[in-house]
């Protein structure tokens, strides 16, 4: 299996290199590129170095995958050509989640919906992957009529750039701000750039990539998202309005039976999600279960998982997991 990583030198880039290796996914070629400035150096992979390349002579090497995390404008530019040689690109950025004739895949939730005439599949973003590994189930058993999230997200969903902020922040050092304010000891309510709507494109993703991966329109998501100085992932305040009633005990029951989900959820213990503890981990981690006492049929949850893993890199190679197991590729 032919595999190229375009923005392998990347925070995201990097993590699909080492899980493609701990997941034992079977690379007979290992092909990373990243920009022309990067030519030349090497990463690590599997105990080996290899040089990093161009996207276009990844191109030329014919690979069966190419994971992309490379930027939106890259996949705009890239994806359809390898996908015109018969690659299967699963995509990282935000270009191509929301066009109707590409699917966006969470591997538990929807798999099923790829086919071999798939050339490319949407990797939805770190939030929302998240999110719908909690919604998914519950909406149906109870259907979800609205939810209010408020996220509180890792630097390192901006990149390295991001990390460095906040290291040299740290050493009372200037360097270049990524943030329009400083990020170490602050809550920055400003991922991504601002809509015409008022809310952020962030929020907005969060917003019409649940939709999306659900599969039903009529669901109501209303976002805030902030910006953290923390690095182990992305945490989530979530309100839930069912339509139908529920049982406390049956929703941990049932998220506790779903596939990719751990319930950390026993306050009088001190037992609670955090990024902390989610760092460098695939799962998603569930807390906080709750009752809304001041509306009927509402639920309050607290969502974490590792925004370089499950919500980027393991969620992107999974679909590749699935792509060779259902032989779609291979």
């Known amino acids: 299996m032919k595999v190229a990583v375009i923005g392998a030198t990347g925070m995201v880039g ?82 191509w989640r929301m066009d109707p004739n590409v699917p966006l895949v969470v591997p538990e939730i929807n798999a099923n919906i790829l086919t071999k005439n798939d050339k490319v599949i949407a990797n939805p973003n770190c939030s929302t992957i998240q999110l719908v590994m909690a919604l998914s189930p519950l909406h149906k058993a109870y259907t979800i009529k609205r939810v209010i999230v408020s996220t509180y997200q890792s630097i390192t969903g901006t990149g390295i750039k991001a990390v460095e902020q906040m290291e040299a922040e740290r050493s009372d050092n200037s360097g270049e701000m990524v943030y329009p304010y400083r990020i170490d000891q602050n809550a920055i309510p400003h991922c991504d750039v601002f809509q015409e709507n ?29 910006r953290i100085p923390v690095m182990g992932g992305h945490s989530e305040s979530v ?29 009088e213990m001190n037992v609670y999600p955090m990024p902390w503890f989610s760092k460098e981990k695939d799962e998603v ?13 509402s639920l309050n949850m607290w969502i974490v998982a590792d925004n370089l893993r499950k919500g980027a890199a393991t969620n992107a190679i999974q679909i590749a997991e699935y792509l060779l197991e259902s032989k779609i590729v291979g």
């Open 14 to 95: 990097r993590v699909m290199l080492s899980l493609l290796a701990k997941r034992g996914f079977p690379v007979t070629e290992l092909i990373p590129a990243a920009s022309k400035r990067s030519v030349g150096k090497q990463v690590e992979f599997n105990g080996k170095n290899y040089n990093l390349c161009t996207a276009q002579d990844a191109l030329e090497k014919k690979p069966d995958i190419a994971l992309f995390s490379a930027g939106g404008s890259t996949s705009l530019e890239w994806a359809p050509k390898f996908a015109a040689i018969g690659c299967v690109v699963i995509d990282n950025s935000s270009a």
């Open 198 to 226: 008022g809310y952020t494109k962030e929020e907005m993703k969060l917003t019409n990539e649940t939709k999306k991966i659900i599969g039903d329109d009529s669901i109501l998501v209303s976002a805030t998202a902030v």
């Open 239 to 267: 309100n839930i309005t069912f339509e139908n009633d529920f049982e406390e005990s049956a929703i941990r029951k049932m998220l506790h039976e779903t596939q990719g989900v751990v319930v950390q959820d026993n306050p």
């Open 285 to 297: 981690f569930v807390g906080r279960i709750r009752r809304d006492h001041t509306a009927s049929n």
